[in-house]
């Protein structure tokens, strides 16, 4: 299985502060995902890194890919009350049809 | 900015009857999915669709489970004759370039089978 676990599972911070979670999956990959997940939402796609690349910026967030360790890890700087929610790592292989293989999550809280 | 939707928002239907999710996916998108979560649980894929025709299943999408594009624009999911174990909440998506590329996902559909 090229499942994603993330870790922790569970993450309490205060605002200000950087979140830090990781994604560990088992088999090779194409490209690894992150997404975000309101209570009773739907997810949101926050950033897309390929095998090929090692880190990768958008806004507050940074993603690196290390396909040798099979880990990614998603960085969320200068955290806010708002970016409480759960996060998913999701793994894509080309030779499905597009399945993307989600791990179990981590939920962060951001305390104001 | 486009979205995919999804309805009902939530559906309540007793054990063994039939239910039909809706999506309408983002209308440039050639590859849809189905992906299911238990609450409290994680996304677990159910079915890829391209080109008119299932491109891979889950073991969870048994005989009971179908899909459909109806037409050019909705993508449903029927359950046949739902079970306890079917309530979950149900979410569509799409993507432009498939093969693991960046989904684009509904607010779901809530399903309580009573």
């Known amino acids: 299985s090229q499942q994603g676990e993330e870790d922790p599972q569970a993450l309490s911070i205060q605002e200000g502060e950087n979140a830090t979670m990781n994604c560990s999956y088992k088999?090779?990959?194409?490209?690894l995902q992150w997404y975000r997940q309101n209570s009773g939402r739907g997810l949101v796609h926050l950033i897309l890194?390929?095998?090929?690349?090692r880190e990768k910026h958008s806004g507050r967030l940074r993603v690196t890919l290390d396909t040798s360790k099979k880990s990614s890890s998603l960085l969320i700087t200068a955290s806010r009350a708002a970016d409480t929610a759960s996060y998913f790592c999701?793994?894509?292989?080309?030779?499905?049809?597009?399945?993307?293989?989600f791990g179990d999550g981590t939920t962060l809280t951001v305390k104001p | 900015e486009p979205e995919v939707t999804q309805t009902p928002s939530h559906q309540v239907t007793q054990m063994g009857q039939e239910v039909i999710l809706r999506c309408v996916p983002i209308?440039?998108?050639?590859?849809f999915y189905w992906y299911r979560q238990i609450l409290g649980q994680k996304v677990e894929f159910l079915v890829s669709?391209?080109?008119?025709?299932?491109?891979?299943k889950s073991e969870i999408f048994d005989d009971q489970f179908s899909v459909e594009r109806p037409d050019g624009s909705n993508f449903t999911l029927k359950i046949r004759s739902t079970k306890l174990e079917d309530s979950a909440m149900y979410f569509c998506?799409?993507?432009?370039?498939?093969?693991?590329?960046?989904?684009?996902f509904g607010e779901g559909s809530r399903l309580t089978v009573l």
């Open positions: 998506a799409s993507s432009e370039e498939g093969a693991g590329g960046e989904l684009f």
């Open positions: 999701a793994t894509g292989v080309w030779t499905n049809a597009g399945k993307s293989t």
């Open positions: 890194i390929r095998s090929n690349e």
């Open positions: 209308s440039n998108h050639l590859y």
């Open positions: 088999t090779s990959i194409n490209n």
């Open positions: 669709f391209y080109n008119n025709e299932i491109s891979e």
